[in-house]
């Protein structure tokens, strides 16, 4: 298969859905949060070209909606510190122009689709969604595109029709992963093509088993979300990709070890959401083919082991990173690596690991900011599971394990959202919703009832809350 584009007919209907949305956004800009979502998840062959453009008229139509409404932005302190640490980042980035100045094009560029624009995602989120309410609409937003995609992977991998091959290919296909779609080797679903797949899946997981078994309700019944839970579970599961299931396991193992010690679930839903995961997990497993796969050590394995090395003395010797001259360094200390299995992968392969990935690319400094950003979040989401807004308390236990199911992966893979990941933005900006709304200890209170209701009636009411 030589590099397909993308088909008029998609165009077509990107640019009449573009269209759509514009005017949707200067209406109520929540909404054009929501219709990003698709655009950023599918797996267009010119992905920053339409996803870029597309985030840039999202945002033109809010001006528009600003300029008419005349409302100002505020910008909650909350996030003070996590905007100086990814501003830090920004700078090392930005120090590339100057250490290559002959790239300095190609990191300008690099700023603007790979930061400016998923950064701006976040900012959607956490100024336009304005009540719990929608924050959980928007997390099924989520939820519904990785359900649609994961559908049409365990379509792709029965292949009982190359329609849903063929729904993939429409989106345009890149010479470089060709071969996926020609021989129908790796899944992909309506993502780029596997990797993100898996990535995707993986976030919404955690999040699934959280609203299935938790004891208060969340729009959707509960036997609707275990059976989207177990489609998501099997599309991963043949994705064949091993971090991403491993991170997945451990991910759902958090959220569990929070729902039993918070005593948020309930008997019947924990027994009804196991036995029915344990009996689909049963059927694929019990497949030779598939089991062989997820378990099997491949030449990946091995590949992994000299490019590893390679990174990890670079980044000794360059501890302000190499930036886009990485292969380059790798050919001048080839002969440490050249006795390894694979160890030619070393020349055109990434490091697969996001620490070693951000270090490569701006150095030391980089990994220390990634590491306070990640720690830091994952303290004030554990810090609000014990808020007493149960359904907050429920999506910072769903996000806890969202994002450690991906930092698993990610330790395997050279995607991430400080790299090249801009859907992850969607599950960031969403724990910063959170951590600035629990901040207010009356979040959970409409306007009307934090003025009206008695002080001390509203501090004693109990009850199941519901969305």
Do not use: C
């Amino acid at each position: 298969m030589t590099e397909l584009g993308i088909s008029p007919v998609v165009l077509t209907g990107f640019f009449i859905y573009a269209t759509l949305s514009f005017f949707a956004a200067i209406i109520k800009p929540a909404a054009g949060l929501y219709s990003l979502v698709p655009v950023v998840g599918l797996g267009f062959e010119e992905s920053g070209l339409l996803k870029g453009g597309f985030s840039l008229l999202i945002w033109g139509a809010i001006f528009i909606h600003i300029l008419i409404t005349r409302k100002k932005l505020r910008i909650s302190g909350s996030i003070k510190f996590f905007l100086l640490v990814f501003f830090s980042y920004l700078l090392l980035v930005l120090s590339r122009i100057f250490l290559e100045e002959e790239n300095a094009a190609f990191w300008l560029q690099w700023i603007a689709g790979r930061l400016g624009a998923p950064l701006s995602f976040l900012f959607l989120i956490i100024l336009f969604i304005k009540e719990k309410r929608e924050l959980v609409v928007f997390l099924y937003v989520l939820i519904g595109f990785t359900f649609v995609t994961a559908a049409v992977a365990i379509l792709q991998f029965l292949n009982i029709s190359d329609f849903f091959w063929h729904m993939r290919e429409v989106l345009g296909v890149p010479k470089s992963i060709a071969f996926f779609f020609e021989y129908k080797t790796r899944v992909s679903g309506l993502s780029s093509y596997v990797v993100p797949l898996s990535y995707q899946l993986l976030s919404v997981i955690p999040l699934l088993v959280v609203f299935s078994m938790v004891k208060i309700k969340l729009f959707l019944p509960k036997k609707a979300i275990v059976l989207i839970t177990a489609i998501t579970s099997i599309a991963l599961l043949l994705t064949f990709m091993r971090s991403a299931i491993m991170g997945a396991f451990i991910g759902v193992l958090t959220v569990l070890f929070f729902m039993f010690r918070l005593k948020l679930v309930s008997r019947f839903s924990a027994a009804f959401f196991s036995i029915a995961l344990l009996f689909l997990f049963v059927i694929v497993i019990s497949q030779g083919n598939i089991f062989h796969r997820i378990l099997r050590i491949d030449s990946t394995v091995f590949e992994r082991i000299p490019v590893t090395i390679a990174a990890s003395k670079i980044l000794a010797m360059n501890p302000l990173g190499v930036g886009n001259e990485y292969q380059e360094r790798v050919k001048n200390i080839y002969s440490d690596i050249e006795s390894y299995p694979r160890a030619e992968q070393a020349l055109v392969l990434f490091p697969h690991n996001i620490f070693l990935n951000v270090g490569i690319l701006f150095g030391w400094a980089a990994i220390i900011l990634v590491i306070i950003f990640y720690w830091q979040l994952f303290r004030l989401l554990y810090k609000n599971t014990r808020n007493d807004d149960k359904v907050l308390q429920t999506i910072s236990i769903g996000l806890i394990g969202s994002f450690a199911a991906y930092l698993i992966n990610s330790l395997f893979h050279n995607s991430n959202p400080f790299v090249g990941d801009p859907f992850n933005w969607f599950f960031i900006g969403s724990a910063f919703w959170v951590i600035i709304h629990s901040r207010d200890k009356y979040a959970q209170f409409s306007p009307r009832e934090r003025y009206n209701e008695p002080v001390m009636e509203r501090n004693t009411m109990e009850g199941r809350q519901e969305v």
